[in-house]
């Protein structure tokens, strides 16, 4: 049978952060250590540049904005991989490593920090400040996407509302980006691939109904995953998952009061694979919305397509026969790497088509919930994770 027409919703295409570095640079270090209480206040009247910030609240310290050299002396005295961190942020900022930390002299503030750590008996790279973390590119473009703002949230949330999608491109940074693109190819070979079949209610079949019911019509996925539990601790994408300001914006645009992670160890993030042949076969969320980002587009195919308002359709079963059957227009989404799409995914049925090509599709999939406590169904783990309780 014929299959019909699709429509697409066109997004722009992601263009490259590429402004030049000036005077400042902008990664952050957030270091916890319980054993040095009140360093914050120590660090205060350092005057490390204009725009450093520093707070003592749970013992976490933020430095942001410094002169490019002086990041590079101090994350030498926290002991940091000066090259990697800074050329993460842009490979023109990484000033000549100097055997000994120079910087400002005499008194300077790298200087002071020396002096700060020992008078705590805590300096020359210690072991007890760890754990540290450098945040050097920024995770979201809130100069085009600027979404503290009231005016921002408020448009996201009516073409969410109106449309059941939303697409806001280049909304990640480039560099987030390729540090998260170099992360999940990495991590591809220890991926699980679900060869199997399944209903697009994603439950068991039903023996009481008729074969051809849509509780037991079966399609294919085929696409391969890792889990939250096989990413790194210090991945980028856990950054973006657990970040106050991309949760409040959530909430505004998905009209709920409270975000959750969901209540296993393996939905809150995970990377989709879909090499060549690979799909993922026509469903509905258990979720009411879908938080995603395109790591990587393929040569061909890999399209999203979907028909919303299906579930609450007094004549589901016939939609839904008649999507699978191919006699039903169906909806095609454009976006690109970098793009944000918020998706109402539990009641429009949707999948995503066969790669085509030697490049593999790679999604990141940030799994929230409105309702805390909620976990997949023991189907779905199986089906899409291979695990069994």
Known sequence: MQRAANTTREARPVEEDA????????????????????????????????????????????IDEFHSNR???????????????????????????????????????VDRVDEIFE?????DHSPSLSPVRFRAVRLIETESHPIKADDYRLACRETLRRQGVLV???????????????????????????????????????????EGHSYNRQVISSKGLIADDQLSADSPLREVYGDVDFRAFLCA????????????????????????GRELGWHFDNSSFAVTMLLQAPVA??????????????????????ILDGSEPVEALAFAPGDLVLFRGHDALHRVT?????????????????????????????????RFD
């Open 19 to 62: 402004r030049p570095i000036g005077k400042r640079s902008e990664p952050s270090i957030v270091t916890e250590d319980p054993t040095l209480p009140g360093l914050a206040d120590k660090l205060e009247p350092l005057g490390i540049d204009d725009g450093c910030e520093c707070r003592d609240q749970h013992r976490f310290l933020f």
């Open 168 to 210: 806001l491109a280049g909304f990640f940074s480039a560099e987030m980006i390729e540090r998260s693109l170099a992360d999940a190819a990495r991590r591809e070979p220890s991926a699980f691939f679900a060869n199997s079949t399944h209903n697009v209610w994603l439950t068991e079949p039903d023996p009481t109904q008729p």
């Open 253 to 276: 645009v998905l009209e709920i009061d409270e975000i959750h992670p969901y209540a296993d160890e393996v939905s809150s993030i995970n990377v989709h694979y879909a090499p060549e």
């Open 354 to 386: 066969p790669t085509e090509g030697a490049t593999t599709r790679m999604l990141v999939v940030f799994a929230y919930n409105d309702q805390p406590g909620v976990g997949l169904s023991q189907s779905a783990l199986q089906t899409f994770y291979g």
């Open 71 to 109: 990041t590079a002396a101090l994350l030498q005295l926290f002991g940091g991989p000066v090259e990697d961190a800074l050329t993460a942020f842009s490979p023109d900022a990484l000033p000549p490593r100097p055997e000994k930390a120079e910087v400002d002299s005499p008194a300077g503030p």
């Open 119 to 123: 008078t705590f008996g805590r300096h």
């Open 301 to 322: 195919g890999g399209q999203f397509e979907y028909v919303p308002n299906v579930r609450t359709d007094l004549a589901v079963h016939d939609r839904i026969d008649a």
